[in-house]
T-cell receptor, first 115, second 114 residues
Framework: DTAVSQTPKYLVTQMGNDKSIKCEQN?????MYWYKQDSKKFLKIMFS???????INETVPNRFSPKSPDKAHLNLHINSLELGDSAVYFC??????????????FGEGSRLTVL | DQQVKQNSPSLSVQEGRISILNCDYT??????FLWYKKYPAEGPTFLIS?????DKNEDGRFTVFLNKSAKHLSLHIVPSQPGDSAVYFC?????????????FGKGTKLSVKP
């Protein structure tokens, strides 16, 4: 039973399109995150939600909009896709908003390729 | 500006020997450090962590050492096994920082040869 699952795993699309990546966790965690791993392999946080409320919003273009319908789901919608959006996007969850006392549980990643 | 640096992109070790993965950080506010392991086509999985009040934490074959004065930590795997072959990410955070904001290094790819 997958703890953090995200779909789709692979997404190839044209510049200018709008796409969504869905994430669900069945761990009962209160906090969910979106991380981006770019071509330089850095994993950087984009957003963090605690109990459906946004608690972190790093410097991310407005074209990226997270939506959390409930605390088990955090979806990522991207408008007007650009070439630089090509990356692997990881969803994650944790019990504590501050993972200082625990760890993040990551999904398998969604590889987005913008042509 | 990289706050967490893993200067070795790859490391090759013989099975049964020790693997030492290194990580340096620049932000003196970091007070919690974690290591994650990542297999291809999978998400990172938590391996071991250490708080800044400690200088060593051990869990089975894995030991993390923290040298605060040098702003350096290392992960030791003894004995190394072929199944340990993966990319290892070092991550750091500060309690005073943004909640959930782990800063990751670029990773070191470990290959353990049978």
């Amino acid at each position: 039973d997958t703890a953090v699952s995200q779909t789709p795993k692979y997404l190839v699309t044209q510049m200018g399109n709008d796409k969504s990546i869905k994430c669900e966790q069945n761990l009962g965690h209160d906090t969910m995150y979106w991380y981006k791993q770019d071509s330089k392999k850095f994993l950087k946080i984009m957003f963090s939600y605690n109990n459906k409320e946004l608690i972190i919003n790093e410097t991310v273009p407005n074209r990226f909009s997270p939506k959390s319908p409930d605390k088990a789901h955090l979806n990522l919608h991207i408008n007007s896709l650009e070439l630089g959006d090509s990356a692997v996007y990881f969803c994650a969850s944790s019990q504590d908003p501050q993972p200082n006392t625990g760890e993040l549980f990551f999904g398998e990643g969604s590889r987005l390729t913008v042509l | 500006d990289q706050q967490v640096k893993q200067n070795s992109p790859s490391l090759s070790v013989q099975e049964g020997r020790i693997s030492i993965l290194n990580c340096d950080y620049t932000n003196s506010m970091f007070d919690y450090f974690l290591w994650y392991k990542k297999y291809p086509a999978e998400g990172p999985t938590f391996l071991i962590s250490i708080s800044s009040i400690k200088d060593k934490n051990e869990d089975g074959r894995f030991t993390v050492f923290l040298n605060k004065s040098a702003k350096h930590l290392s992960l030791h795997i003894v004995p190394s096994q072929p199944g340990d072959s993966a990319v290892y990410f070092c991550a750091a955070s500060s309690r005073g920082g943004s909640q959930g904001n782990l800063i990751f290094g670029k990773g070191t790819k470990l290959s353990v040869k049978p």
